[in-house]
């Protein structure tokens, strides 16, 4: 387990060659409070990188950086070997679980037609090979048998596989997840997670997945990026969730258990570690104590 990745020696200075995504010393402040510096993180081309930490440790900010919506206060990115943009059709973006407003007039298929044209003005026209596209990425997240149906008759679940192939539309080279699994029960949990992991695999883009609990993906990722205090650890899930790499980490005793192939943190600063079945309503704490699941 290193602070970051060490570089491919087939690489460039930039980064290494088979890498879709990469930030070189970035760091990311507001004010006098510094989120994580000294970032140097590689993103691989098929590769599923979980990104877990505390409340406030800049998680869901690196995911904006990345999308071209924050920028760094020092150091560099680059995608695809380019300076990172904004409004990169090669980034894809599943962002977290919200159910759609009752009422909400388009289908499923509306939904995902929007990732091949939303992007152009006007309203697009129909055609046979739009509409077939459109059929293909419904089947590729198993969402055929409702893709005529309201999206806010679906289900949590039914619902992000639909924003999955809405973020599919585009041929993505990078995915970006933020909290996906937020709000939905154990089983579209696992549903999604493979769902990601299997298109992962098979389109051969990389993935950065923001969560607060890492065991639904856990025999998923390849490695963890941990955000804690204003610093970082990067590594596999067994370098990384360990008890003396998180104590470190957090400038306190935490303590890593493993149990029945899930991992639990007990005694950390913050009381963010623990998975909840429903989102948090304003003003409410996502722990209970000091113990939870590992985020």
Known sequence: MTRSPAPSSAGTPSGPADAVLSLRDASLAFGDRT????????????????????????????????????RL????????????????RRIGYVPQQKLADDGTPLRARDLVALGLSGHRWGVPLPS?????????????????????????????????????????????????????????DLTHQRAVSELIDRQRRERDFGVLFVTHDVNPILGMVDRV????????????????????VLSELYGSRVDVIRTHGRVIVVGAPDHSHVHEEHEPTPGRAHGRGAEGLAS
């Open 73 to 88: 206060s020092g150091g560099s990115i680059r995608f695809l070997g380019e300076p990172g943009r904004r409004g990169d």
């Open 35 to 70: 989120l994580w510096s000294g970032l140097d993180l590689d993103v691989r081309r098929g590769e599923f990188i979980a990104v877990l930490g505390a409340n406030g440790s800049g998680k869901s900010s690196l995911l904006k950086v990345i999308l071209g919506q924050q």
């Open 225 to 244: 990026l941990y955000l804690a205090g204003g610093g970082f650890r990067i590594g596999t899930p067994d370098e990384v969730l360990r008890t003396e």
């Open 128 to 184: 046979t090979a739009r509409r077939r596209e459109v059929d293909e990425l419904l089947a590729a997240v198993g969402a055929t048998a409702y893709a005529n149906v309201g999206v806010s008759t679906l289900s949590g679940g039914e619902q992000q596989r639909i924003r999955i192939g809405q973020a599919l539309a585009g041929s993505p080279r990078l995915l970006l997840c933020d909290e996906p699994l937020l709000s939905l």
